[in-house]
């Protein structure tokens, strides 16, 4: 039996399987898109599995990502983020991005206060992002010299693209979702024609669990993404996990890596696109509650807590998509029913991104 139609969950998060999924034409694809949408509604978060992205792709993302954070911090800044904060590309060191998600404007209702890391608390972090090569991109790439890192374009490049083609899935798969027969299956196709996606590797460097316990260190703080949504790679490897999702019920669940499976969730635009049907997730990287193999918190605060390594994959609608309540979605005798006004990608995005960078 195909796990779409099985009730496999980890923490309440539900598992979908893209096996049969095909070009999204088939009766199999529509219950897959059903799920997948009611995931979306109801949890905001879901492993997908048989997604057409092999295993060792991922390895080897992960691999690259390893070496290039191994590099000396002048090899890695050869390829520096820019000043301006709407410019992210290339490598940010550790503190350079603060999320806060207080200092953001809302894109839907108040979210319940989250148990967050105060405020001050700096991200302990570095990472690399990158998007779209092709001629004309928004914001060009910056990548170190190929002598810096031999191979190390060529390859993200190539999962960059990877992950543009399970895009093209995913957004399928939701179209199919919604209970609104007017909507076609590629309706969400035009609005993505450009690629403005951002790739981000990311390591969190290893740190005394005291330093976490104090506040003197976090690692990312509960918030939302911005985008239509983000594909989270996490680092098979990785055996503590430390991705935390905030329930309906205001707790705090691990979402640990799973060998095989890419983490989808919701971002704050498709939350605003669907005038609040869908919902973004908080989410945070503490280093706090990693548990190891399920068993609880670390306790020993001299412990070092173990480096992180995971790639988010945020997808993004072109630039200048306007972004107005999809149909099916509000009253249509009701204009007020209508909760946000009509904004375009690009002015969403940049006022998001700005405000999280010093
Ligand atoms: O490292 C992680 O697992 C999550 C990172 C994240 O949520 C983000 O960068 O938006
Ligand atoms: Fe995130």
């Given amino acids: 039996m195909s796990e779409a139609v099985t009730d496999r969950t980890i923490n309440g998060i539900p598992f979908i399987d893209f096996g049969d999924f095909g070009d999204g034409s088939s009766p199999a694809a529509l219950a897959i898109g059903r799920k997948f949408f009611a995931a979306c509604k109801d949890t905001g ?14 390895d080897e993302m992960f691999q690259w990502s390893r070496r290039f954070f191994a590099l000396s911090k002048a ?44 405020k001050t608390t700096p991200d302990y972090k570095e990472s690399f992002d990158l998007g779209s090569s092709a001629p004309g991109a928004r914001l060009p790439n910056i990548f170190p010299p190929p002598h810096v890192l031999p ?16 895009q093209g899935t995913v957004l399928t798969a939701l179209a ?28 969190y ?25 983000t594909l989270l790679f996490q680092d098979p490897a ?23 499976a890419v983490l989808f969730n919701i971002g704050d635009l498709l939350m605003r696109w669907s005038n609040d049907v869908l919902r973004s997730t908080s989410h945070r990287v503490t280093g706090v509650f990693a548990p190891k193999d399920g068993d609880g918190a670390a306790a020993d605060p001299d412990e070092i807590v173990e480096g992180r390594f995971s790639i988010p994959y945020f997808l993004g609608p072109d630039a200048h998509a306007v972004i107005e309540c999809i149909e099916g979605c509000h009253d249509p005798a009701d204009p007020s029913s209508k909760k946000y006004a009509p904004i375009t990608a690009s002015a969403y995005i940049d006022m998001r991104m700005t405000a999280n960078y010093t």
Wanted: hydrophobic content about 40%.
């Fill in 205 to 229: 460097p290893p740190a005394p669990l005291s330093s976490f316990l104090s506040g003197e260190r976090g690692r990312v703080a509960a918030h939302t993404d911005f985008g239509t949504g």
């Fill in 176 to 203: 199919l979702g919604f209970e609104n027969a007017a909507m076609p299956r590629d309706f969400f196709v035009p609005f993505h024609t450009e690629a403005a996606n951002q790739v981000r590797l990311l390591h």
């Fill in 238 to 260: 990785d055996t503590r996990g430390g991705l935390e999702v905030e329930t309906r019920a205001d707790e705090w669940v691990c979402a640990p890596p799973v060998k095989g």
């Fill in 45 to 58: 978060f879901a492993y997908l599995i048989n997604t057409g992205i092999p295993q060792a792709t991922v």
């Fill in 75 to 118: 090899d890695k800044m050869s390829a520096p983020r820019p000043q301006e904060g709407w410019w992210h590309r290339g490598y940010s060191g550790v503190g350079k991005e603060q999320i806060d998600q207080d200092s953001q404007p809302a894109s839907g209702p108040a979210k319940p206060a989250a148990a967050a890391l105060p």
């Fill in 151 to 166: 191979g190390f374009e060529d390859a993200c490049l190539a999962f960059f693209d990877a992950g543009r083609a399970l």
